[in-house]
């Protein structure tokens, strides 16, 4: 698995001009040059590839490969008076059929973040360790699925690791959609709360966001998140 300290130097060279990502020999490798003459500076694993496409985000390279995906300007917005840690802005997830989803969000920290900060009036944590760990596997996956929404490419038109005709590594277009489906799976597990874990967990909206949005009256989607990530937590076979 690709180290800490690996990813850093990669997200730093991959932030160069010139610097882009292929598959090759059976894993990743970065390089720095217009094109393969030029040295591969790092090679990285599934897991280092996987978090690459988190962040900093890849887009296809012309020709082949990929380029990370163009920074974001410095320093996030001052949050509105009155609506502290809110960052208003629009978050895009990628619905089971592949197609890319727009959603308003907060944007300063996740829904799920949020809540598991918060106690109720005996000082109790409104969300359980086995209800946080299963809201962010689903977090994580709908990341993923994003991530893929702005990679989405040819994936044949590029150069496989390894020889032979073996399969190189999976694209993040093929990743993305697949995580877009095991995030349909999990949601439908939810059954009856299926609505109010996929606005909090997936469109990062607010609880009192998605009671509203939902027409749901107020503290009711508490409890339906909670009975919501508890069937989560059990198809994840989580606790």
Known sequence: MSGGHTLERARRMLALPGAWLEPGDGAYLVRTGPDRRARVMLKLDEAGFEALVRSPGLRPREGAGWIARKPAPPGPPSPPAGRPGFIEGVRTVMAADGRPVDHPANLAQSAVAWLAGRKDADGRPWL????????????????????????????????????????????????????????????????????????VCVQASALQAAEQALGLRRRTGKMLLKHGLTRLARHYRIG
Do not use: K, Y
């Not at 390894?162 to 059954?191: F, I, N, Q, T």
């Open 128 to 199: 359980t360790r086995t209800e946080i760990a299963a809201a962010e596997r689903l977090e994580r996956d709908a990341q993923l699925a994003l991530a893929g929404a702005a990679v989405t490419m040819q994936w044949d038109a590029l150069p496989r690791a390894g020889s032979g005709g073996r399969a190189g590594p999976a694209g993040p277009d093929d990743r993305a959609l697949r995580a877009s489906a095991r995030v349909e799976a999990a949601l439908a597990a939810c059954e009856g709360s299926r609505a109010i874990v996929e606005h």
